[in-house]
């Protein structure tokens, strides 16, 4: 029977620039067996056709269809709930402001104009920047952040923050959570998802080194989870956590032992 798997990237299909061994043979594998394969990402500063070509040159057979990111989940969302005079104003790099672009969202250079608020990872992050989104945000705007992963897993067991530390920062100063949260555990961009694989939630697997993002989003929409031991979660966060996967393997490697 055609199962779907949907795997994530950083930590789980390779760390930084190195891939993780074995990984490309399992994945190639599922695929030939007729299974279908989804790529989703939260990370923000890479835009699908950066992802293609990584995963390409890693050995991994794919098309930029088998990719989604939290840059088009937060596209989505504006797209779906925005008025069509709305506009964002957008902390992020270039690859979140073209797929609002490519969503036909218009950007604002205006905080005090916009309607919403997005959130991205930014590597040019500072306290101008946090002060235009408050100033925004009291003015009424919506906030949407891409993802809420505080830190992104690296080579030699490194981290760098992510887009949930710019959640912080803002949420310190606002008191209050964002608004909306468009990539994972979302049901935003779970719905993208399954639309993508054209599968019953039941039949999708979701591989990923996150508890509180890939296997809760799994956990919430009747998937079944596997946590891979290769990126940001250690054995005793996963013993510790209250998400608990349905598996657990070292790496994706491993796949392979718990499919029939």
Request: charged share 25%; with cysteine; aromatic share 6%.
């Amino acid at each position: 029977m055609q199962k779907g798997f949907i795997f994530d990237l950083d930590g789980t299909v390779y760390l930084g620039d190195e891939i993780i061994e074995g990984v490309p043979e399992a994945i190639n594998a599922l695929r030939e067996k007729g299974h279908k394969i989804l790529f989703l990402s939260n990370k923000s500063i890479a835009s699908r056709e950066d992802y293609l070509h990584k995963l390409q040159k890693m050995g991994i057979d794919l098309t930029i269809d088998n990719i989604i990111n939290s840059n088009v989940a937060a596209a989505h969302y504006i797209k779906e709930h925005a008025a069509p005079s709305e506009s964002a104003w957008v902390i992020g790099e270039r690859p979140l402001l073209d797929e609002l672009e490519k969503a036909g969202v218009p950007v604002t250079n205006e905080p005090l104009d916009a309607s919403y608020v997005v959130l991205g990872w930014d590597r040019d992050f500072n306290y101008a920047k946090l002060n235009m989104a408050f100033q925004a945000w009291r003015n009424g705007a919506t906030v949407v952040a891409t993802n809420p992963d505080r830190t992104c897993p690296m080579e030699n067991n490194s981290e760098i923050p992510d887009c949930g530390a710019i959640i912080g920062a803002f949420e310190g100063a606002a008191g209050q959570p964002v608004d909306v949260i468009a990539g994972k555990p979302s049901s935003t961009v779970t719905d993208i998802a399954l639309q993508t694989l054209q599968l019953k939630p039941e039949d999708c697997y979701i591989i990923g080194d996150r508890l509180e993002t890939d296997i809760k989003m799994g956990l919430d929409n009747n998937m079944k989870t596997v946590l891979v031991l290769s990126g940001i979660t250690t054995i005793d966060m996963w013993k510790n956590s209250k998400y608990q996967p349905d598996y657990t393997l070292t790496s994706v490697k491993e796949i392979h032992t718990i499919v029939t």
